[in-house]
Structures are given as structure tokens and as C-alpha cells.
């Protein structure tokens, strides 16, 4: 269960993070455009991409020894990074997102701009092949729940986006609410940084 709780947690800050991607799930959520279609493409792809990065990079690891460390050192520097950042835009404020108006779009054009934005992305690979590959090195006996738990996250807040998006456009048309979002983001990503650095 601490590895699921883990996982969760750790993806969820990850994919929280507004971009491209979840711009365009909140915008279709707002129009009630093809929502469902959208959010399993988004979240059935984070779950192929996060269970390559747990499981693969056991198998490699087991070739290649020092790709362990490499991965942990490296992804322990992107988080303090990544947690410095999402503190910053805290302390700065002025974050939004802004759900885009266009015309009503033909499920295939929908569905296939969904893939682009998901696996054209290379911050997409850095999160869930490479970061959370590293992290999941933490718990080698229960790699399996760490996936899991991530997976669960992905699902969860595509969802939650898509269709949740008339609720939560006026809660994230506040200032207050972005600070808040980018402040908990800070504190789970250093919090998973200290625990790669230790090794623990």
C-alpha cells in the first residue's frame, strides 16, 4: 500500500501540471466535446508509458548496473528543479489556463490531437518512462503497486478533468487556487527528491 500511496501521489504531481495536453482536455471538457474518448487516450497512454519506465528499467538495470543510480541522482535533480519552479509560480501567482474556443471537431480530428499532444511531448517520456522509472526503483519488491498507483493517478485526474472541467474552470480562474496547486506540487516533489537522495 506504501508503494501504491507512492505512485499515486508521484503521478499525480507529475501529469498536474497544466500543459498542452491537459489544456485540451479541459477545453473539450468545457464544450463537452468527445470528452470520454479523449480522457481514456490520454490515460490509457500514461498507463502504457508508466508501466514501460517501472518495468523496463528493471530489466535494463539488471544489464546495465550503474543505470540505477544515474537515473535516481538525475531524477532527484530534475525534481528539486521541477518543485523550485512550481514554488516560484506560487510566489509569483499569475498562473491560468486559458480553454480554448474553436469550432465543434470530428472525433477523429479530436482523437488524433490527442495523441500528438500526449506522445509527440517529451516531457511526457522525462515524467513517466524516466522519472518515474528511477522512483520506482525505491520499492524493488513492489514495483507492481508503485505502477499501480500511478496509473490510478492518471485515470483519476483525466477524469476528473474532463469531466469535472464546468467545476473546476471557476475554481482555476482565481489566482489563489493556482498558488495553492503550485505550492502542493513544490512540497511532493522535493519531499520524493529527499527520498531518492537517500537512497530510501
Known sequence: MHATLIGFLTGLSLIVAIGAQNAFVLRQGLRRAHVLPVVLVCALSDALLISL??????????????????LRWGGAAFLMF????????A????????AATQGAQSLKTVVLTALVLTWLNPHVYLDTVVLLGAISAR?????????????????????SLGFGARLLAPVFARETSWRVLDGGIAL?????????????
Open 139 to 159: 520499492f524493488p519488491e513492489a514495483r507492481a503497486g508503485f505502477a499501480t498507483g500511478a496509473i490510478m493517478a492518471s485515470f483519476a485526474f483525466f477524469f
Open 91 to 98: 510566489y509569483r501567482g499569475g498562473g491560468h489556463l486559458e
Open 53 to 70: 519506465g517501472v518495468f523496463a528499467s528493471a530489466q535494463v538495470s539488471e544489464a546495465f548496473p550503474p543505470l540505477l543510480p544515474i
Open 82 to 89: 521541477y518543485g523550485a519552479k512550481a514554488a516560484l509560480a
Open 188 to 200: 511532493v516533489m522535493w519531499s520524493i527528491a529527499v527520498g531518492l537522495i537517500r537512497g530510501g
